[in-house]
């Protein structure tokens, strides 16, 4: 079956058809809406524009602050400090709101709260802590504090006095810091001092004990030693691993495989040897061909040649007997470097004993006394910077009167609910027009059943009526023109001849099987 195109005026039919729908939830909305926004207080928020800097002082060589670049962990840690108790408090004290803030608003009555330890300054504090909000101009270093109330003057008397009271909480910290810092250091200094001369003096003492001086000596001239010895085993034991492996190979393998062997085969005597031997071979080859194998020159050349081969075995095992010589030489000179590698070692252990001592005891001399040091030259930098301000903060701009409220929006607030309420209206018939699965029209049943429909018969709103013959009472009436459209499209359903025998059925009892079967019947009959 072929899907039926959606055009506009289909969802516009269905939010005509659901327009009650539409405007009941469109007059929830708007009335719920315009009722809230009336009924809320109107709220105006006062706004101070605040510079914050940071500035840092390096040490008494550089005694004049400098700017340091922007930090956010620093800015956001100075928002937090704006918003916190101790501001607050400060804020309500300087206003002196115990007493003064039913004053601005006429009908609030704070009570403090004694089951939870809380003052009514306590209260007021936490009241303006919650309506501070704080929130930095893009790319500046210029700060809006802000303050939210339903008294204009009161939230601009209080923007202003968080302002004040932000630099006057600065102020009190670095003063309290200051002091902390400089009576623990002035402490701490004390002791350092202590322990410099203590360890000054047991270092003098072992000095005079144990003849350093000596022992300095001794100590500088060892590693040379150790660093000879090192490399002179070094060499000896790599030269050793490879007459090891050379003679190993040797002594596992006959004489006649031995001349294959680089170091052997490039032996000047071997290498005469096996020049001659060649040449006794050439000679046998030849006397062979010229005289016959029992020839007196041809034996004679065969003997030559047998003796020249002796020859060339005797060097050859003389130079495997020359390779174990130069392996078990090289191997003692390892053996010998290596106690001496280790005698040096052992002088050097017992050399250092005493010396290690005493760099320990210098250690903690330099050690003590660099701390000290650095404790007195900070304390002196400490004493001059004390005055000098970590943080700088000036008021850029003072809050004003606001002149219209921040929150409700009357005017937003109806032009969305009017927004809201129409949309979810249209949005809550089509859900409506989804959820409605019933048949509604002869186009909605074909698109559902798949099959045609001949025609439509009004519905008869008279009670009380027969429609059995509603055909012969009314032939003029719009129920006989549906009967005659039915006819006609039962008589043109078939191409070849009318339909014989009709069916009339319906899903249940009292649908209109009979009427429909009489007017069918006498429309059909008529014509």
Do not use: C
Request: aromatic share 8%; no cysteine; net charge neutral.
């Amino acid at each position: 079956m072929e899907e039926k195109e959606i055009h506009l005026r289909d969802y516009l039919k269905i939010i005509f058809k659901r327009r009650y729908t539409v405007l009941t939830f469109f007059a929830i909305v708007f009335i719920v809406v315009l009722i809230g926004t009336l009924s809320s207080s109107s709220v105006y928020q006062a706004t101070t524009k605040v510079l914050i800097e940071k500035i840092e002082t390096a040490n008494l060589a550089m005694p004049y602050p400098y700017y340091s670049p922007y930090e956010p962990e620093f800015y956001e840690t100075q928002y937090q400090l704006i918003k916190s108790t101790s501001v607050a408090q400060k804020v309500v004290k300087m206003l002196s709101l115990e007493t003064q803030y039913e004053a601005y608003f006429k009908k609030a009555r704070i009570q403090p709260s004694p089951g939870e330890g809380k003052t009514k300054a306590d209260v007021l504090a936490g009241i303006i802590s919650s309506g501070i909000s704080v929130s930095p101009v893009k790319n500046s270093k210029i700060v809006n504090l802000s303050f939210s109330s339903t008294n204009p003057e009161f939230a601009a008397l209080v923007a202003n006095t968080v302002a004040k009271a932000y630099i006057e909480e600065i102020l009190e910290m670095r003063m309290s810091s200051s002091r902390y810092s400089i009576e623990w250091m002035t402490k701490k200094a004390e002791e350092e001092k202590a322990k410099v001369q203590q360890s000054e003096q047991a270092l003098q003492d072992y000095v005079k004990a144990n003849d350093i001086v000596t022992v300095q000596d001794k100590v500088a001239l060892t590693p040379e030693k150790l660093s000879e010895f090192n490399t002179q085993l070094i060499k000896a034991e790599t030269k050793r691993k490879e007459l090891e492996g050379l003679y190993r190979k040797v002594s596992s393998i006959s004489v006649r495989d031995a001349e294959t062997i680089p170091s052997i085969y490039s032996d000047p005597t071997i290498q005469s040897i096996r020049a001659q031997i060649l040449r006794a071979e050439q000679n046998v080859e030849e006397y062979s061909k010229k005289f016959g194998r029992k020839h007196p020159t041809m034996i004679k050349a065969e003997e030559d040649l047998k003796i020249l081969e002796q020859k060339r075995n005797q060097e050859i095992k003389r130079a495997i007997s020359s390779i174990k010589n130069e392996y078990e030489l090289a191997r003692s000179q390892e053996g010998a470097l290596r106690q001496a590698l280790a005698s040096t070692k052992a002088e050097a252990l017992q050399v250092s004993e005493k010396f290690v001592q005493y760099g320990v005891l210098s250690r903690e001399v330099e050690t003590n006394r660099q701390l000290y040091d650095a404790l007195i030259k900070k304390l002196k930098e400490q004493s001059v910077t004390e005055q000098v301000q970590t943080v700088n903060v000036w008021v850029v701009e003072k809050a004003e009167k606001p002149a219209s409220p921040i929150r409700p929006r009357r005017m937003m607030n109806v032009l969305l609910s009017m927004i809201v309420g129409l949309f979810g209206g249209i949005g809550l018939a089509f859900f409506f027009e989804y959820l409605d699965n019933t048949i509604k029209g002869h186009e909605d049943a074909e698109l559902r059943l798949g099959i045609p429909v001949l025609g439509t018969v009004p519905l008869l709103e008279i009670k009380d009526e027969s429609i059995e013959d509603i055909i012969l009472k009314e032939p003029q009436s719009v129920y006989s023109e549906s009967y005659k459209t039915i006819r006609t499209g039962i008589l043109l359903s078939s191409a070849s001849k009318p339909p014989q025998n009709i069916l009339v059925t319906s899903m249940g009892p009292s649908e209109g099987k009979t009427v429909t079967s009489v007017n069918l019947s006498i429309t059909i009959a008529r014509s």
